[in-house]
């Protein structure tokens, strides 16, 4: 039976009946962003020169295994998918190549998802735009069609990428070659911003440079949307398909940026902490891509200090190896951005990314809100149904919001990390230290109530979407590594340890995020099932030595038990409203004795249905209901909940 379509209204999902759906979902999966035939996991060497060959027919899983993967992800109890696509899966061959047996295989993928309950919103995934940058996302051609030699990145400096940094015959995880969870530096790099400017703002700072006859903002735009509309001509007539991701996690490039200065430390130019890494001025950038030897800070955590401080200053490209191609110039200089003389760099308008005519540029407004305009347009004129899954710049926090002429019928679909535990691998609890901003936080409620506040702020930027009607908050990532403290809860497994002890971190910390987006009535897709995810540490999710998939292969001894191969399961494995008939009040679950409280206002008699996890509950739970009955659905793990009488519904359920 095919899902029901889903609309918005205000900040709730609702069906064709008028009942309100809360979306609990994940990502599917990690593995996606890189190639299935060659293997793409990036603890495999590659040169990336197979680029235009390989395939993404089995990403997240072949067909023949996703019974099995669909039929878990129901019973833990997901009723969302936020399925993982990327640019160059659809066009990596060529210009308008698509591969068609990717559509077919990605189609099918969705069609059979509608059988196990799941809403599916197909996410366009990026990370620090592509594999030859250290990521994944766009293909390899697009920096021939601009004039860049991605074959000479890494030796001038311009990505910082495992293929190229890793010592593969040394094997494990190696803090000194390519450092924990150091992928997301590269936007700061010059392959990565010089491919996001034009990107999104080649019209406004280089309007001159022409790509195959067309200016190149144009030109790149209009072959990302063209893979959207190849994937979604093919899933224009499902259901459950209720929309698409602008682009996940985009760069803002060098938008926004004097030419000059380097983020040492919070200043009048940028109040925010440092982060690790290099500390990249745009002259920086500029210099490294065209053959200069530049010297550039390193900042990294000083926990002692419980600060992020400079390490050491970095001679990048001492080769001087220019990732330019013969006859090639970068079109920042032919406009006059900076100039080359005497083999030094100079800034010739230290303004040229910060303002245009005397006004100051804002990467929300100028350049995001007209991208999200061209993919509601291209995606609608297919399906008018669609809704259209918005996200800005993680790393520029919400800056000023979402624009103002973001399209209607837009979701928040944001992001969210505890950027500690991402960052480090480390969820130190009950006393919580942030070395980016030096606060300690101690205590479960003092860490849930930290969590609140922060998704509730995100939750909150939804209110101007839709004509100021507001909009519906699905946090499209969130989730913990599983790798913590140095893989601990691996190594008691390989000991033999199939107790829930090693894996206690975990699950309190997710149990603290479920609770905040609990209180906030928040709808999510956790971070992420990955079904070739192995427990290494050089492997993980099988990129970039992540390693947050709710899954691994290596956990699964019993193929008769559904079960087998989660990680953490009590800590998002809960009881939540799926399906309610009027507007949800309050939702409470308290895992430690399985006590789950959910408040409704009730429109009518319709019915309310209630995910109850067996989980939670092996010995079985009683029910109290206030103004209303609620029969038992044992086979789906469901409460279904009728009012009586009464325009407000309380429902709570207690472990036996």
Known sequence: MALPRLEIDGEWFRDTDGRRHILRGVNLGGDCKVPYTPNGHTNIPTDFSDHRTVSFVGRPFPLA????????????????????????????????????????????????????????????????????????GAPGWLFDAVGLDFTKFHAAGATHVMQYKYDFARGGRQEDNYPTMTWSQNYKYPANAIMWTLFFAGNTFCPDFLVQGRPAQDFLQEHYLGAMEAIATRVKDLPNVIGFDSLNEPGSGYVGLPMSYRHTGPSEQNP????????????????????????????????????????RDVLVNAEGVSIWKDGAKCPFERAG??????????????????????????????????????????MRAINKDWLLFAELDPGAGLGHGFPPDTPERTVNASHWYDIVTLSTKR?????????????????????????????????????????????????????????????????????????????????????????????????????????????????????????????????????????????????FVRPYARIVAGRPLKMKFKRETGTFRFVYEADGAGETEIFIPNLQYPNGFDVEVEGGEASRDEQNQSLRVHAVGSEKVAVMVTRR
């Open 337 to 378: 951005a900076y100039r080359l003389a005497g083999g030094e760099i100079e800034a010739l308008d230290e303004k040229f990314f910060l303002e245009r005519n005397g006004r100051r540029l804002e990467m929300e407004k100028d350049f995001m809100g007209p991208f999200f305009a061209r993919v509601a347009e291209r």
């Open 65 to 136: 295994e996703a019974e099995e993967h669909f039929r878990r992800l129901e019973a833990w109890g997901f009723n969302c998918l936020r399925l993982l696509t990327t640019w160059e899966a659809v066009e990596h061959e060529a210009p308008y190549r698509y591969d068609e047996a990717y559509l077919d295989y990605f189609a099918e993928l969705c069609r059979m998802a509608d059988g196990y309950g799941m809403y599916v919103f197909i996410d366009f995934h990026q990370d620090v735009w592509s594999r030859m940058t250290g990521g994944d």
């Open 427 to 571: 969820f130190d609890f009950p006393v919580k230290v942030n070395p980016y901003t030096g606060r300690t936080l101690e205590g479960a409620d003092a860490i849930e109530a930290s969590y609140t506040r922060q998704l509730g702020r995100l939750k909150d930027a939804s209110k101007t979407l839709n004509s100021g009607t507001g909009a519906p908050a699905l946090l499209g990532e969130f989730g913990i590594p599983y790798d913590l403290d140095e893989a601990a809860a691996y190594k008691a497994w390989d000991a033999g340890d199939r107790s829930e002890g090693p894996w206690e971190k975990h699950v309190i910390a997710l149990d603290l995020m479920y609770n905040a987006l609990d209180q906030l009535l928040m709808n999510s897709t956790q971070w992420n099932y990955t079904a070739s995810n192995r427990n290494d540490q050089a492997v993980g999710d099988g990129w970039n030595q992540e390693d947050l998939s709710i899954y691994s292969i290596d956990q699964r001894t019993d193929p008769s038990d559904i079960n087998s191969g989660g990680r953490g399961l009590k800590g």
């Open 272 to 311: 925010f902490p440092a982060r690790p890494g290099l500390a990249w001025s745009v002259l920086d950038g500029f210099a490294a891509a065209q053959g200069l030897a530049r010297e550039i800070p390193e900042m990294g955590i000083d926990w002692d200090q419980r600060a992020v401080v400079k390490k």
